[in-house]
């Protein structure tokens, strides 16, 4: 059984930054790709960004500029660095990675509040 565990959410002014961690631990093997989505009041999860195993990045167009995706895979934890905070970016953040040989987990979500 695998868990993901996600760090960081918080209360944030508008223009600030925050830094988001998401840690896997259990009985696992090699994860592969790993991401980070968001599920804003009302609406829809949406993808954010993505980091595969060797550290090839991809970012949705509305953060795009604004946070980086990282991974530190000896210690099964991937980071969302959040710079220039909107109050647009205000939603629940959850981790989710992908394991080599087809599982794929979610974590239970950290709260991001951008509010003046």
């Known amino acids: 059984q695998v868990q993901l565990v996600e760090s960081g959410g918080g209360l944030v002014q508008p223009g600030g930054s925050l830094r988001l961690s998401c840690a896997a631990s259990?009985?696992?093997?090699?994860?592969?790709?790993m991401r980070w989505y968001r599920q804003a009041p009302g609406k829809e999860r949406e993808w954010v960004a993505t980091i595969t195993r060797v550290a090839a990045t991809g970012y949705a167009g509305s953060v795009k500029g604004r946070f980086t995706i990282s991974r530190d895979n000896t210690r099964n934890t991937v980071y969302l660095q959040m710079n220039s905070l909107k109050a647009e970016d205000t939603a629940v953040y959850y981790c989710n990675a992908d394991w080599f040989g087809g599982l794929n987990a979610w974590g239970k979500g950290t709260l991001v509040t951008v509010s003046s």
């Open positions: 259990g009985s696992i093997g090699t994860i592969d790709n």
